[in-house]
């Protein structure tokens, strides 16, 4: 391997795992001013403290700096078989992250993530096949979290479907859970990934989870529920989704039971139906224009979106009005519209 990769790989892992007493933001602040974790970790105390970076983190990270934890944890992942991407790398797709692990192949294209509940019922797995199958004709990569039930079946589903899939799990590589998806794991990255924020020996933590469905909606194009009880992982995805501008579908409930009570919610949010068995369900129904058009790559406030789309403000005012009733777009305390990622 180029050694000045692994130089600035073992930097990365430093500036995320060993670096505590500061969150993400105040290390993305440094990152801004120093341009790589490597011209970081040679920063002066002095330079950092005109920072405001605080003097107990100074005095245990900085002062007498060292790399040998990040490569003895480099070393580790290498002797089984674990891979780093890191935030500079064209490959990275997001997410509040300076390293990610993973196992497998990275490849580029579109993903979507296909989630739900793990106490799903026969209907939820019939719909969870239906719609991998769809996506992976369309070339999409399927995404999940690997759990039991729906996320389970839907890397299935992928995979016999001859398409591809990527696992996001919310701890180390160098171990599965649950363990009955060891198999299925093996499976994936054959010709997919699995990725993990947590390196190798994090435990599967109950806060993990959050962290890991928030990487898989950053990874993802779209996001599709399955079945889901209204408080559940599955509709903490389909928030992150929305905070994200990605669109969120949900499968239309086959009964009144709470495990589709998050659909229902959903649903009444604005969410899109996937009205099975049409022959095209999943067809995203935005409409063809070029204002919801420049609203997803960026929201604009009125006077900018104007210009841009050369229509008067008047006109425009009344198109935005009418979007926003039928919730594509919505209009924040920021001054400026966004296309609604619902």
Request: some cysteine.
């Amino acid at each position: 391997m180029n050694r000045n990769v692994v130089d600035m790989t073992e930097h990365w892992i430093w500036l995320q795992e060993f670096v505590k007493g500061i969150g993400f933001k105040e290390k993305l602040a440094l990152l801004d001013r120093y341009s790589d974790p490597g011209s970081i970790f040679r920063a002066s105390s002095a330079e950092l403290r005109t920072l405001g970076v605080p003097l107990d983190v100074i005095d245990s990270h900085f002062t007498e700096k060292s790399l040998d934890q990040a490569r003895r944890l480099l070393d580790r992942h290498e002797g089984q078989g674990i891979r780093h991407l890191v935030r500079s790398d064209p490959a990275f797709r997001g997410g509040d992250w300076f390293v990610l692990y993973y196992r497998g192949k990275l490849v580029s294209g579109p993903a979507v993530a296909v989630v739900g509940t793990r106490s799903c019922t026969a209907h939820g797995l019939h719909h969870t096949r239906r719609i991998c199958s769809h996506w992976v004709e369309d070339g999409y990569t399927i995404n999940s979290g690997l759990a039991l039930g729906i996320d389970g079946h839907a890397h299935t589903a992928a995979l016999a479907q001859g398409g591809r899939t990527q696992a996001f799990l919310a701890h180390g590589l160098d171990t599965v859970y649950p363990r009955e998806h060891a198999g299925l794991l093996e499976d994936i990255v054959v010709g997919g990934v699995a990725v993990s924020p947590f390196p190798a020996g994090q435990r599967p933590l109950r806060h993990h989870f959050a962290l890991r469905n928030a990487l898989m909606c950053a990874w993802s194009d779209a996001v599709v529920v399955v079945e889901a009880p209204a408080k559940s992982g599955a509709m903490m995805t389909a928030e992150f989704a929305r905070r994200m501008g990605k669109r969120v579908w949900t499968v239309e409930p086959g009964s009144s039971s709470d495990r589709c009570s998050g659909n229902r919610k959903l649903l009444s949010l604005g969410a899109t139906a996937c009205r099975m068995p049409d022959s095209s369900p999943l067809e995203d129904p935005a409409p063809v224009d070029a204002l919801i058009g420049r609203l997803r790559k960026a929201p604009m406030p009125p006077d900018e979106l104007s210009k841009a789309l050369g229509e008067s403000l008047v006109t425009l005012e009344n198109r935005l009005l009418a979007l926003s009733l039928e919730h594509w777009v919505v209009f924040s305390g920021d001054g400026k519209w966004h296309y609604n990622g619902w």
